[in-house]
């Protein structure tokens, strides 16, 4: 069974420090992975997913399969990331995601 | 960019009674639809997915005849908890794929369901 681990509830940083969201997934199979955020009071949204290799606000993400992880980074946070941070994995023709991670960026 | 609106966004019903829930592609013809189960403090536990004119697939653990699911066009799903319990009391979440597959998927703003 594939399964999603985000081990922080909650990260709390101050603008201007580097973020490092963890993720860690298990499946047998070759695995693609994903990383959605809701802001608040909006909807749950797509970031960027592992294969398009790519920065989005700021934000990248590259897959570790030897550790089995996608950790999510940006060098430098704003008040405007703050929100509620998803891993998923897709594999089984399944979306699972992980418990989510909070991060909260103070001035 | 592709737009899933979901209503109502949130609902209070009494128990026993049976909520419907839509969820409508807005600009774009769905496929295929995933409907999701959100507890407080939790994730996202996929509960069926809807292909339009076909019968939904369920996940293991979800009644089908609790949880009714109908595609009926290929921009409207609807969800329809029968005889609703307390324990239903949760957040659902619609998605939709115009590509068949999940990994596009477009979220609907979700719907609050309270069963007193």
């Known amino acids: 069974a594939q399964r999603v681990t985000q081990p922080e509830k909650l990260l709390s940083v101050f603008k201007g420090a580097p973020v490092e969201l963890k993720c860690n997934y298990s499946y047998s199979g070759s695995p693609e992975l994903f990383w959605y955020v809701q802001y608040s009071r909006q909807r749950l949204q797509l970031l960027l997913r592992?294969?398009s290799r790519e920065s989005i606000k700021g934000f990248t993400a590259d897959l570790n399969k030897g550790e089995t992880s996608f950790h999510l980074k940006k060098p430098f946070a704003q008040e405007e990331d703050s929100a509620m941070y998803y891993c998923?994995?897709?594999?089984?023709?399944?979306?699972?995601f992980g418990t989510g991670t909070r991060l909260l960026v103070s001035p | 960019g592709a737009v899933v609106s979901q209503h109502p966004s949130w609902v209070i019903c009494k128990s026993g009674t049976s909520v419907k829930i839509e969820c409508r592609s807005l600009d774009f013809q769905a496929t295929t639809m995933f409907w999701y189960r959100q507890f407080p403090k939790q994730s996202l536990m996929l509960m069926a997915t809807s292909n339009e004119g076909s019968k939904a697939t369920y996940e293991q653990g979800v009644e089908k005849d609790k949880f009714l699911i109908n595609h009926a066009s290929l921009t409207l799903s609807t969800l329809t908890v029968t005889s609703a319990h307390p324990e239903d009391s949760s957040f659902y979440i619609c998605?939709?794929?115009?590509?068949?597959?999940?990994?596009?998927?477009?979220f609907g703003p979700g719907t609050r369901l309270l069963v007193l």
């Open positions: 592992h294969i």
């Open positions: 998605s939709a794929s115009d590509r068949g597959g999940q990994e596009t998927q477009y």
């Open positions: 998923a994995l897709l594999g089984f023709q399944k979306l699972v």
